[in-house]
């Protein structure tokens, strides 16, 4: 769907995903499913509130998936 976006799991990035790079995935997403790089003032509260529910999602699941024979990852 959007390029920009990199896969956050191991083996793709060795080490587990920072905050940093989750929010900028989540953030990718929105821009794109929105249509704007930036909202406007009067749509910023529903864009940041997305980013901010999109970034705990991938938060979540990154916990919880699975990888090939490396076992569950633990909650952080």
């Known amino acids: 769907m959007c390029r920009s976006i990199k896969t956050l799991r191991p083996p793709v990035i060795p ?15 929105v821009r794109k ?3 704007f790089r930036a909202p406007a003032a009067h749509n910023r509260d529903v864009f940041e509130h997305a980013v901010d529910t999109i970034a705990a999602a991938t938060a979540e699941l ?3 998936i ?7 990852k633990t909650a952080r």
């Open 15 to 29: 080490e587990e995903a920072t905050e940093d790079e989750i929010r900028a995935a989540a953030l990718q997403y």
């Open 33 to 35: 499913v929105s249509g």
């Open 62 to 64: 990154l916990a919880g």
């Open 66 to 72: 699975e990888v090939r024979g490396g076992g569950a």
